[in-house]
């Protein structure tokens, strides 16, 4: 085994990801994060059974599970509260072979960390990292990644001489945290639905939830965030119960609104020994319902081509060539599924609609092969 000095940008699902599992290979790994600690920003996540396969890889099933939720369906609701399509996850997993999860971010991301920090690898926080200090680390290490998220990637600009913008799509959303009665949930993903609205509700487990408000908007920076909360009470007021209630039980400090953007694929992800993973690369849209689980896929996959011991412009360019058509397609669904909602006059379909188990299941599982790394 060639091992290698691996510099990450980014200590978020995908840098803590690929950290654990290129540190387990006997690679020396040094982790960036500009925060000072382990960011929890964000509700919730559900891990999808392409996702579970890279977390039973970690050896974090178990524990993912422990912390997790068991959806059992995916229910669409109209705004009268009568349920229009219903997806069976049971199914789904059984096809798969492997159960989703939902979870709290703050949990996914708390058993990320301690899985890294068990292996003897300090996160060094407060780093920054600029577009001189890439340049930097680029000499000093074998392989750069940058896993430093959507919006502003420093690695992925270092990349591409023109500016590089994520696109509004047109829609916001508020997420949040709520305590909620098991019995409103039953173990159902609830998606509400009205023209240029939608309202989710995740159960995770113990009565907590995660969900997220949208409506289609234009940018307005001018307004305060107390606005926007206020709108989206008024918005949903009236919307059937689950929804009034988690708006009545939030967590307060979990509040968070987000002016949704994407990136549009990118034609090359890598250029001498810097390369880019995670939404730094390929970030969708959360109505893919995706983005966190192909942040786990491209760890898992640069790991095994890490292990492959070939030169690096070729475990680079096939890392590539593996994982650009899942993305953009991943990408496309979730641009898809957004137009849809918040951009047609009438209510959308639910996302996976007419899509058979088998079929999604496929799609998902995708690339993973069942053998160790
Ligand atoms: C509302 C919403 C709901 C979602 N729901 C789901 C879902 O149900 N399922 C799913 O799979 N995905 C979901 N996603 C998407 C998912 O959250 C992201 O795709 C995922 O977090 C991407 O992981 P990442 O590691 O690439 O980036 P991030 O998680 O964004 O991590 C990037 C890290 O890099 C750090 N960083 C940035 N710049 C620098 C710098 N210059 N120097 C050092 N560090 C830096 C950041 O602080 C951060 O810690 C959702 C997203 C949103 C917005």
């Keep these: 085994m060639n091992n290698k000095r691996i510099a990450i940008v980014g200590a978020g699902v995908a840098g803590i990801s690929l950290a654990i599992l290129a540190t387990k290979q006997g690679h020396q790994v040094s982790l960036y994060e500009r925060d000072t600690e382990v960011s929890s920003m964000g509700a919730g996540v559900t891990l999808w059974p392409n996702a579970m396969f890279v977390l039973q890889q970690l050896g974090l099933e178990k524990e993912i599970k422990q912390f997790g939720g068991a959806p059992l369906h995916m229910r669409q609701f109209n705004l009268q509260g009568v349920q229009q399509t219903e997806f069976n996850i049971e199914e789904v997993n059984a096809v798969s072979g492997y159960s989703s999860v939902t979870i709290l971010r703050r949990d996914l991301m708390r058993i990320l960390a301690r899985a890294l920090e068990d292996l003897g690898v300090n996160i060094h926080f407060n780093r920054t990292m600029t577009a001189t200090d890439i340049d930097g680390l680029k000499q000093e290490f074998d392989l750069v990644v940058g896993a430093d998220g959507r919006m502003n990637s420093v690695v992925r600009q270092s990349l591409y001489t023109d500016k590089l913008l994520p696109c509004y799509q047109g829609f916001i959303n508020i997420i949040g945290i709520s305590q909620l009665d098991e019995k409103y949930l039953n173990n159902t993903i ?117 292990a492959k011991n070939d030169r690096l412009e070729k475990i680079l360019n096939d890392f590539y060539q593996q994982r650009i058509a899942k993305t953009t397609a991943t990408q496309n669904i979730g641009r898809q599924l957004a137009k849809q909602i918040f951009t047609n006059s009438s209510v959308a379909q639910s996302s996976v609609a007419g899509i058979s188990a088998r079929q999604l299941s496929e799609f998902w599982m995708q690339g993973l092969e069942r053998k160790q790394i």
């Design 190 to 306: 609830h998606d509400f639905r009205d023209t240029n609205e939608r309202f989710g509700i995740v159960p995770v487990n113990k009565g907590e939830c995660y969900w997220a408000a949208g409506w289609s908007t234009k940018i307005d920076k001018g307004r305060t965030l107390i606005s926007w909360y206020q709108e989206m009470q008024q918005r949903f007021l009236t919307w059937p119960n689950p929804v009034q209630k988690v708006l009545q039980s939030y967590e307060k400090s979990s509040l968070k609104l987000i002016f949704v953007h994407d990136l549009d694929p990118l034609p090359y992800w890598h250029c001498d020994n810097v390369l880019i993973i995670g939404d730094a690369a390929h970030a969708p849209l959360p109505t893919s319902g995706q983005g966190a689980c192909q942040a786990l896929e491209d760890a898992w996959h640069l790991a095994r081509g890490l």
